[in-house]
């Protein structure tokens, strides 16, 4: 029962730095999210996908890409890494945005 | 768009004490609740979910929470707490316009023996 497998579970980057957070979940889920943590704001959502091929912006997306080519995964990429992306990363998915989101583990990503 | 609210950033409750986080939620519409359950170092457990009918919902570990829509709060409550249910908990509502899911800030219990 694998669920949602997030890697790596920690990262160092430089200013600068581009670099993919992966995701892959193995319920068959069409709804998967991407959401960073940090103290006092809670999850903040940064993009999400509805199904393979169709994705979309949230609340902060900027500084970071995703694409859905396939229905298991969904990778976020940090373009060119700022230390204001410090934080906890999560991905979630679920059957749709209404039913139950399953989380993974999180990365803890630093940048310095 | 939607938004929530926890308004404890923080509280602390003896062992075998009853326990209530609050939640407020600003919605259009009639909307689907969620409290999910962060223990240190690992993701998100769904503790329970209000999409329609009974107000009072029960969920896992003992867990409940009632909605409220005059007030707009959906709190969780537990007759009686134990040291394991020391946690960060999260209020969440959707869908949103965009099709997102909104979290609170959090509320982070700490258990007294």
């Known amino acids: 029962n694998a669920g949602v497998t997030q890697t790596p579970k920690f990262q160092v980057l430089k200013t600068g730095q581009s670099m993919t957070l992966q995701c892959a979940q193995d319920?068959?889920?069409?709804?998967m999210s991407w959401y960073r943590q940090d103290p006092g704001m809670g999850l903040r959502l940064i993009h999400y996908?509805?199904?393979?091929?169709?994705?979309d912006q949230g609340e902060v997306p900027n500084g970071y890409n995703v694409s859905r080519s396939t229905t298991e995964d969904f990778p976020l990429r940090l373009l060119s890494a700022a230390p204001s992306q410090t934080s906890v990363y999560f991905c979630?998915?679920?059957?749709?945005?209404?039913?139950?989101?399953?989380f993974g583990q999180g990365t803890r990503l630093t940048v310095v | 768009a939607q938004s929530v609210t926890q308004p404890d950033i923080h509280i602390t409750v003896s062992e075998g004490a009853s326990l209530e986080l609050r939640c407020n939620y600003s919605?259009?519409?009639?909307?689907?609740l969620f409290w999910y359950v962060q223990s240190p170092g690992q993701g998100l457990q769904l503790l329970l979910k209000?999409?329609?009918?009974?107000?009072l919902v029960q969920g896992i570990k003992g867990f409940e929470a009632e909605f409220k829509r005059s007030q707009s709060s959906f709190n969780l409550r537990k007759p009686s707490v134990h040291w394991s249910d020391a946690a960060e908990y999260f209020c969440?509502?959707?869908?949103?316009?965009?099709?997102?899911?909104?979290f609170g800030a959090g509320t982070r219990l700490t258990v007294k023996p």
């Open positions: 996908s509805v199904g393979a091929g169709i994705t």
């Open positions: 919605y259009g519409a009639t909307p689907y």
């Open positions: 209000y999409f329609s009918g009974d107000t």
């Open positions: 979630a998915s679920s059957f749709s945005v209404n039913t139950e989101a399953f």
């Open positions: 319920m068959n889920h069409e709804y």
């Open positions: 969440a509502v959707g869908p949103g316009g965009n099709n997102d899911m909104r």
